[in-house]
């Protein structure tokens, strides 16, 4: 084909592109002007809609305690710390260290200025100690050995006594052995409520989230001596859990809202990885970080929540359904590597059903039968990656 003639073609379809493209201009303004109609005829295109924040960021910061009065009040607990076994994923039961045989433990909750007595009876083979993390007690009631006392031995119990401090989210934890002990689920969280109700906003919703991780061995073993796969995990935990429950078996205790609730979730981290926690559906305040109200409080819905970190949030529940609040870290929302699991969390409205047929999770809640936690999924995944190259010789899946 010759030069002239090339441009002779072009020459012909230069009228044709136009007219196709005075074409789809014309339909185009046809569809939205029709749409822009039906819009004005429902009154929806003239009417300024609210954002969703608008209520959010209209709520007062949470008030400050200056001084705090004795109550005279005393709240006295004893707690057994003793090795118990828990379901922390579908099919996943470990041994545990747990306070009253339960991870997280016994939520404690007092007033400002109250006479606190809380006793821990060591029912372990092993020594421990516990400390109230975030809190201003005297040195001797701090629980870190030997810096404030000597080990709680076996059989033994030790009292920390003191005067609650400021209003707040805290936990208690143990601070022996910590790595194995927190590990195998030694953790409660712990409120103070304030002593002067005024200023001290209502929320319709108040609950505690910790978030725990797993190796999924036993309590007690020796790490040392197990063949450990750390290939899928992040520095060998495998399984992440909200209140000592990954999902789905969150779903079994969802935070129940209804439509307007104002609602006040403590979110404390004791494993010790990171986690963005995010929300769906909604955005929220951080009113409080380590037991302290932040002045200005930020509107997000992305928090993290690092290892010991204490965040109080709170969101209007204006958006029903059914939403997840989970960790953006997607490491964290596997079950041993299967995923979805871990940290997810469900806030489930009232009246709300799900869109989907929520049988779909069915195989994730029945794992094989005889299955070992080490067993499940084991191994490395090796779906999306490139081998080529790779000397599989070379490569140490085991560390
Ligand atoms: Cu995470």
């Given at each position: 084909m010759?030069?002239?003639n090339?441009?002779?073609?072009?020459?012909?379809?230069?009228?044709?592109?136009?007219?196709?493209?005075?074409?789809v201009?014309?339909?185009?303004?046809?569809?939205?002007a029709?749409?822009?109609?039906?819009?004005?005829g429902?009154?929806r295109a003239?009417?300024?809609?609210?954002?969703?924040?608008?209520?959010?960021?209209?709520?007062?910061?949470?008030?400050e305690t200056?001084?705090?009065?004795?109550?005279?009040?005393?709240?006295?607990?004893?707690?057994?710390?003793?090795?118990?076994?828990?379901?922390?994923?579908p099919?996943?039961?470990?041994?545990?260290?747990?306070?009253?045989?339960?991870t997280?433990?016994?939520?404690?909750?007092?007033?400002?200025?109250?006479?606190?007595?809380?006793?821990?009876?060591?029912?372990?083979?092993?020594?421990?100690?516990?400390?109230?993390?975030?809190?201003?007690?005297?040195?001797?009631?701090?629980?870190?050995?030997?810096?404030?006392?000597?080990?709680?031995?076996?059989?033994e119990?030790?009292?920390?006594?003191?005067?609650?401090?400021?209003?707040?989210?805290?936990?208690?934890?143990?601070h022996?052995?910590?790595?194995?002990?927190?590990d195998?689920?030694?953790?409660?969280?712990?409120?103070?409520?304030?002593?002067?109700?005024?200023?001290?906003?209502?929320?319709?919703?108040?609950?505690v989230?910790?978030?725990?991780?797993?190796?999924?061995m036993?309590?007690?073993?020796?790490?040392?001596?197990m063949?450990m796969?750390?290939?899928?995990?992040?520095?060998?935990?495998?399984?992440?859990?909200?209140?000592?429950?990954?999902?789905p078996?969150?779903?079994?205790?969802?935070?129940?809202?209804?439509?307007?609730?104002?609602?006040?979730l403590?979110?404390?981290?004791?494993?010790?990885?990171?986690?963005?926690?995010?929300?769906?559906?909604?955005?929220?305040?951080?009113i409080?970080?380590?037991?302290?109200?932040?002045?200005?409080?930020?509107?997000?819905?992305?928090?993290?929540?690092?290892?010991?970190?204490?965040?109080?949030?709170?969101?209007?529940?204006?958006?029903?359904?059914?939403?997840?609040?989970?960790?953006?870290?997607?490491?964290?929302?596997?079950?041993?590597?299967?995923?979805?699991?871990?940290?997810?969390?469900?806030?489930?409205?009232?009246?709300?059903?799900?869109?989907?047929?929520?049988?779909?999770?069915?195989?994730?809640?029945k794992?094989?039968?005889?299955?070992k936690?080490?067993?499940?999924?084991?191994?490395?995944?090796?779906?999306?990656?490139?081998?080529?190259?790779?000397?599989?010789?070379?490569?140490?899946?085991?560390?």
């Open positions: 010759s030069q002239s090339i441009e002779t073609n072009r020459n012909r379809w230069i009228p044709a592109v136009i007219v196709l493209a005075v074409v201009l014309a339909v185009g303004g046809y569809l939205l029709t749409r822009g109609a039906q819009l004005a429902t009154g003239a009417e300024a809609v609210p954002l969703t924040t608008t209520e959010l960021r209209k709520l007062p910061a949470l008030p200056d001084a705090i009065k004795p109550t005279g009040k005393v709240f006295e607990r004893t707690i057994a710390i003793k090795e118990s076994r828990q379901e922390i994923a099919g996943v039961t470990v041994k545990t260290f747990a306070f009253d045989g339960k997280p433990g016994p939520l404690l909750r007092f007033t400002e200025g109250d006479t606190v007595k809380i006793t821990f009876k060591n029912e372990l083979k092993e020594p421990t100690a516990i400390h109230f993390h975030g809190m201003h007690l005297s040195a001797g009631m701090d629980g870190v050995p030997p810096l404030s006392q000597n080990p709680i031995q076996p059989g119990s030790f009292t920390y006594e003191f005067v609650a401090p400021h209003a707040g989210t805290y936990m208690y934890h143990s022996q052995n910590s790595i194995e002990q927190i195998a689920g030694m953790y409660g969280a712990l409120i103070i409520d304030p002593q002067n109700p005024e200023g001290q906003p209502k929320f319709d919703k108040d609950e989230w910790m978030l725990g991780a797993w190796t999924g036993d309590a007690g073993m020796d790490m040392k001596d063949e796969d750390h290939s899928q995990g992040d520095m060998g935990y495998i399984y992440f859990t909200i209140n000592g429950k990954a999902f078996l969150t779903m079994n205790e969802p935070l129940k809202v209804k439509k307007g609730d104002r609602v006040r403590r979110l404390i981290n004791i494993s010790n990885l990171v986690h963005p926690m995010h929300l769906h559906g909604h955005d929220f305040r951080v409080a970080k380590d037991g302290h109200p932040v002045k200005d409080p930020q509107v997000m819905n992305t928090i993290t929540v690092n290892p010991g970190e204490i965040y109080d949030i709170e969101f209007i529940a204006d958006n029903p359904g059914q939403w997840v609040f989970h960790c953006h870290q997607l490491h964290h929302t596997v079950n041993n590597g299967v995923e979805p699991g871990g940290l997810i969390g469900v806030i489930t409205y009232e009246g709300a059903k799900p869109f989907g047929d929520m049988k779909l999770l069915d195989p994730l809640l794992p094989a039968a005889g299955q936690p080490a067993e499940h999924g084991g191994g490395m995944k090796m779906e999306g990656m490139d081998m080529q190259g790779m000397d599989e010789s070379k490569m140490n899946m085991r560390n």
